[in-house]
């Protein structure tokens, strides 16, 4: 049919609106009502599939709001026609075509609506319809803001029994591994497919473009919510056991997000207000210490949790979070040692129960309500809540809280996994617990600031921190933190005589490399089993076996899987591999001495990547390694020297020259002036956190606040 000509003897055909999955759909006018309806054309082989129901049969048997009602079959010329309701509107991939990309707050609105109709069909008797082509160009949008899912052509009726479809029906890019003819679909495939929606929308990628994978969200705007990018990362799991398992558990999760984000936008403008009453004119951040910076590398910015249970490391903010409920610190240690990791570490996983790891997953649906939790609490009168960092003087900790009359809680080092806070306290007003988003760090030439820079990151944070060393020609990190450099545990499984590196970069080359796989390669130091640390060639025949495409793929999957990437790389800028470090790192860190030669030599590296890869300058700072103020160019002037780009100092250990040549590393013995020097670079970069005055301030009076409503009852611990 064409424009012009009548149908059933009351259409009047006014256009084509499109082609479906299975067949040509037109807009129609009834010339006796003037009503518009949608008419589609569908072959009478729609049914090749056996286990496959007829478009019409399945449409015949829906009822929802936002579904299309089948209003009559038709057959002319020895076609069939369904009518259905006519949706006056614009598609999704429209309006992302006019926009280029979708405000999360909308997003989020609309992911609660696909899911409810989701729900709907997947809960249909006597068996769920699996819809199997979600995509923006299937969801029209109305005028009055509502979605609704169009063309039902490739939609199936779920058989419990059967192991596989028996076509491959779907939108490449858009449809689920399973689609592909490996198994069954089910709902879970349909979740697979509106989180790559959800996540096209919310960052304009197209997922049949370059680089045709799903990265994490905030790789393309630091502003998205984590919960967001934890949500979206789950449902886009390559497994279906590890997605959401159904669209009742996605809406939940959905609906929590969007409550707590309301709530926060509402403590926003309450904060502000406060501040505009405490606020004192002229004062300072940062009184103590007014030549220096402590803001984080990045963006950061509040973010409220209104959750309780577990903490989840896939959570990726590096943003303060305040959280209410009893807080936790992960999987205890000893779990940890038996292979549990404390945390979902592909992506945020559905449900409880055995992994192919050999761990023990939690229940996904507390992901999105938690974060890390790194207590920086001290509540009046209760000794069992140390200060995370041990840092003896409470004057260069600015988390510190001097209550008079109550005991030094700071100087405590062993911190316990969970944080025990009694139900009397108000919560409400209680500081901040702490949180990341994941990074990469490259570190450029210096495996000894590299080494201690991932050990001290894994003791002070308490996250999931990978180490590789990738520098081919003059491997150190397993002499630096004096570990095996052929695994035992890669001889134990047939694969003698192989470093970590070895093993991950075969995987990486094979595109088969799986958190697992880089637990198992790394090795592990039995004083901090939260590092896992991928040793690194020592064959040169390998130099030229490694490939760079592999060393691209092993970042994004250590960017997916740990907390804090470290990466060694040498100095040549002509290396392949540290090239592709420097070009994917979150930031780059030149650890140097304060000697104006080496400045030169590296700020005009700097230039070269600017001018030919275009590397953002500001990506790579500086660190002054073994500084020595009395000799060297000063902080200030290295400052300046670097435009800005200095991190901070790292001073100089007698200590240290005496360890390199023990069978032991310093990391473990270093004094706690260095472990200082290593504190602060980690809340320059985000890992830690950092209080101001006005939030020292608000945290006194919510302490004093809470004494008071407390003031006629005995409280723990005194």
Avoid at 249 to 256: F, I, K
Avoid at 679 to 695: D, M, Q
Wanted: aromatic share 8%; charged share 25%; hydrophobic share 35%.
């Amino acid at each position: 049919m064409q424009a012009g000509d009548y149908f059933a003897e009351k259409y009047l055909i006014e256009k084509i609106l499109g082609k479906g999955g299975m067949g040509t759909v037109y807009l129609a006018r009834n010339t006796r009502t003037g009503m518009f309806w949608a008419v589609k054309e569908i072959s009478r082989e729609t049914g090749t599939d056996a286990v496959m129901p007829s478009e019409p049969d399945l449409l015949n048997r829906l009822d929802h709001p936002a579904l299309p009602r089948l209003y009559d079959i038709v057959e002319q010329d020895g076609k069939l026609y369904m009518i259905t309701d006519y949706i006056d509107g614009i598609s999704l991939d429209k309006k992302l075509e006019a926009e280029g990309r979708i405000a999360e707050d909308t997003i989020t609105d609309w992911a609660i609506q696909l899911c409810l109709v989701l729900d709907y069909l997947h809960s249909m008797k006597p068996n769920p319809i699996i819809y199997r082509d979600i995509k923006p160009s299937n969801i029209m949008l109305t005028e009055n803001g509502t979605l609704k899912l169009i063309d039902f052509g490739t939609a199936r009726e779920y058989k419990p029994h059967s192991d596989a479809d028996t076509v491959y029906i779907g939108t490449r890019g858009y449809a689920a591994p399973e689609q592909f003819g490996t198994g069954q679909t089910s709902a879970a495939s349909d979740i697979y497919s509106l989180g790559v929606t959800l996540h096209h929308l919310v960052t304009g990628k197209s997922p049949i473009e370059p680089p045709f994978r799903i990265e994490p969200i905030r790789r393309y705007d630091e502003s998205l919510s984590p919960e967001l990018e934890a949500i979206i990362s789950k449902c886009t799991c390559e497994s279906p056991s590890d997605r959401y398992q159904s669209a009742a558990e996605l809406l939940s999760d959905l609906s929590a997000f969007r409550d707590r984000k309301g709530a926060v936008q509402q403590q926003k403008l309450h904060i502000t207000q406060e501040l505009n009453v405490f606020q004192i004119p002229g004062s300072p951040v940062h009184p103590d210490r007014p030549s220096e910076s402590y803001e984080p590398v990045g963006s950061c910015k509040p973010v409220q949790s209104f959750g309780t249970a577990q903490s989840f490391r896939t959570v990726q903010s590096y943003d303060p979070v305040q959280t209410y409920g009893p807080v936790h610190r992960g999987a205890p240690a000893d779990s940890r040692e038996n292979g549990h990791d404390g945390g979902l570490p592909e992506r945020a996983k559905a449900g409880t129960g055995p992994r192919n790891d050999g761990s023990t997953m939690y229940n996904a649906s507390n992901a999105l309500h938690n974060t890390v939790s790194r207590n920086y609490v001290n509540i009046p009168g209760h000794t069992d809540i140390p200060n995370y960092v041990n840092i003896p003087d409470h004057t260069d900790n600015p988390n510190y809280v001097n209550i008079p009359g109550h005991t030094d809680i700071r100087n405590e080092t062993n911190v316990p996994d969970e944080v025990n806070i009694p139900n009397d306290v108000d919560m409400k007003n209680t500081p901040p617990v702490y949180s990341f988003r994941r990074k990469v760090i490259t570190v450029w030439d210096n495996a000894e600031f590299g080494c201690e820079f991932a050990y001290t990151a894994a003791k002070l944070t308490g996250s999931e921190v990978l180490l590789a060393d990738l520098d081919l020609l003059a491997p150190k990190a397993d002499l630096i933190l004096n570990v095996n450099k052929y695994p035992p545990q890669l001889a134990r499984n047939d694969m003698p005589g192989h470093s970590g590196l070895d093993v991950v970069m075969d995987a990486a080359d094979k595109k088969i490399l799986t958190s697992a796989l880089l637990k198992q390669a790394a090795a592990v130091r039995k004083d901090m089993k939260n590092l896992y640390i991928i040793t690194g060639n020592y064959r040169l025949d390998n130099y030229e076996y490694y490939s760079e495409d592999s060393v691209t793929y092993l970042i994004d999957k250590c960017y997916r899987h740990f907390d804090i990437t470290v990466l060694l790389v040498n100095r040549s800028i002509y290396d392949a591999f540290t090239l592709a470090a420097l070009l994917r790192s979150d930031v780059n860190i030149a650890a140097v001495k304060g000697e104006i030669g080496q400045l030169r030599e590296y700020n005009a590296y700097i230039a070269f990547l600017s001018e030919k890869q275009q590397l953002p300058p500001d990506n790579t700072k500086f660190v002054l390694f073994e500084h020595d103020s009395s000799a060297a160019m000063s902080e200030g002037e290295v400052f300046q020297a670097t435009q800005g780009n200095l991190l901070g100092a790292v001073s100089y250990s007698r200590k240290r020259v005496l360890y390199r040549n023990m069978n032991s590393a310093y990391a473990c013995h270093m004094e706690k002036e260095i472990l200082r020097d290593y504190s602060r670079i980690h809340k320059k970069l985000g890992f830690l956190p950092s209080e101001g005055f006005v939030p020292r301030l608000r945290m006194l009076e919510s302490l004093a606040a809470g004494m008071r409503k407390r003031k006629n009852k005995p409280m723990e611990g005194l």
